[in-house]
């Protein structure tokens, strides 16, 4: 995530399949268990005090890039644009991966009142250029989606629809939930669902304290960007606000939206019913790796190596890498891991459109769907319509 934000607590389950809970009651004997992971990464790279000037170094780099960028939007000329922007959002990005691993307490540790604060200080400023809310984030992101990565009616990141679901959708429904995901819709996905209802939205905490921060940040955020807007407006005119705040912040929508989906979507990612899912199967099994060229992985921060961030919160990214190693030797049977290409991403958005959490697997249609029911369980095909 990379993916968060503030959610509702997970409600129970109210119904898991059969076929489901007896795989899990004969896999989870036999497969490893999550803590057998963690322990096959060096000690070395999960350290309990990480180097503060270390964290500091990549903060201040991806904040010089930011700063550079955003001169290049307004002062640089239309020739520097483009370059500008792109530079721009991989820095926003940057950033963010810095927010993300202070939130985990892997960029500075916490085992001290002054480790964390300097967490939230750098976590925070650092997503301010994406305008998202440090603790808001923590708390999805942490609690919720780590705790149940995949686990139906919990991770609430790229929840997959079902094709019951799916059918009793109108017209407008079924329009959105193909947009979304769709190869264009990711940025759509992250705005609506979740930068604006599972952040600006979340209202349901009972616990005071964490509600009060999360309202502090909210309101740290809404602050930054009205002082923003107000700069913009007064000495540059709306226009330069639009090309180097606006344009910027809806193409790392979609950055972002694309980053989480890649990370937990894919034809051989099982989401699964509570009672079948394990924390190997979630953290393990549920996550996708993506070996990339080294230059977007030093602007990414390592974010598509993303498994043994899964495994262990406490690795920082810039040792994601070497962790993924020490994982790809002793589990290489269940990691998934691949180079990114466009043919396969496409295949994946194309095929992953609904989920059968009882026949555990994705399907691209309805249609599809049918014709699998009436292969497997003749007695339960629905007569559905075509995607």
Known sequence: MLSG????EPEPMKASSNAQQQEGS???ASEPRLREAIASIPELLRPARPSIPKGLGY???????????LWGMILGGV??????????????????????DCCHGSLFGNKSAVRRMLSYIVGQSAMLTGAHMYQVWEYGHNRVHHGHTTKQSFDFVWHPVTPQQYQQLGRLGRWWHRLCWSPFGHGLYYLVHIWIG????????RDGALKWRMTRDKLIVAAYLSVVAVLFFRYLGFWAWARAVLVPFLIWNH???FVVYVQHIHEMVIWRVRRSWTPFKGQVEGTVSFRFPSVLNF???NIFVHTPHHVDMRIPFYYLPKAMAALRDQYSGYVIEHPFRLREYLRTVRQCKLFDFELGCWF???KTHQMALAHTRPDAALQLGDL
């Open 5 to 8: 934000i503030g959610v509702n």
């Open 26 to 28: 004969t896999a989870q």
């Open 59 to 69: 903060f201040a780099l991806d904040l010089a890039l930011y700063l550079v960028s």
């Open 79 to 100: 020739w520097l644009y483009l370059p500008s922007l792109v530079l721009n959002v991989f820095s926003i990005g940057g950033l963010f991966i810095v927010a993300h």
């Open 198 to 205: 599972k952040m600006w939205a979340f209202r349901g905490l």
């Open 255 to 257: 950055y972002i939206g």
């Open 299 to 301: 602007f990414s921060h």
């Open 364 to 366: 691209e249609s309805l």
